[in-house]
């Protein structure tokens, strides 16, 4: 039984490692951003007041996250397990999220942090931005944007978790097969 967070700068490739692993694990692969841009392709009025926030490559209010992520896990498909694909994203979100775990009485989650070089991670994001996925926060401007914050932001989350002793690392300087055999060989 797998929980596990994902951690790392966007462009590291986390996100194709999650669906992976997930598919061949039988677990819940839960990224917040595709939940997002959900919500903004429908034009929900949730949607509508995300849109700013994501677009210019900001986060969205934690309170918000943590609800949303909150009521996810508690579904029923999640019981056999799930990773958890860019949520935390901040100290606050992190804290939520062991406190909740800690009301339920459940271990808390692994993180898996994935790191690569700084050349790689800018030829990955220049290869997102010619992929045709055309996401509107893959701008080069954009993805500048959340490179700051999430070094801002995010990267604290490393510490925090090496310090509870629940951290692993993943080096994700290599194709997408070799890093999911790496990822297997360290959460066996
Ligand atoms: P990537 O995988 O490329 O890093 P995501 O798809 O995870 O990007 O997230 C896209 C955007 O969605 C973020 O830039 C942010 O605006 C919003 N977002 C996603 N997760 C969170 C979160 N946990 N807290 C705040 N905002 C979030």
Do not use: W
Not at 1 to 28: C, D, E, H, S, Y
Not at 46 to 68: C, F, S, Y
Not at 120 to 133: D, M, T, V, Y
């Amino acid at each position: 039984m797998f929980r596990l967070i994902f951690l790392g700068a966007p462009g590291v490739g986390k996100g194709t490692q999650a669906a992976i692993f997930a598919k061949n694990n039988n677990l819940v692969h839960i990224s917040t951003g595709a939940i997002l841009r959900e919500e903004i392709a429908k034009g929900s009025e949730l949607g509508l007041e995300l849109k700013p926030i994501v677009e210019k490559g900001e986060l969205a209010p934690d309170g918000l996250l943590v609800r949303l992520v909150e009521k996810r896990i508690a579904e029923d498909d999640c019981a056999n397990g799930y990773i958890l694909d860019g949520f935390p994203r901040t100290l606050k979100q992190a804290i939520a999220l062991d406190e909740l775990f800690t009301a339920k009485n459940i271990t808390l989650p692994q993180a898996v942090s994935f790191e690569i070089s700084e050349e790689n991670l800018l030829a990955r994001l220049e290869n997102r931005r010619n992929s045709g996925e055309n996401r509107v926060d893959d701008t080069i401007e954009v993805q500048k944007n959340r490179l700051k914050v999430y070094k801002e932001l995010t990267e604290p989350l490393i510490d925090y978790y090496k310090n509870k002793g629940a951290l692993i690392c993943v080096d994700g300087n290599a194709d997408v097969e070799e890093v999911q055999k790496r990822l297997i060989n360290v959460l066996s």
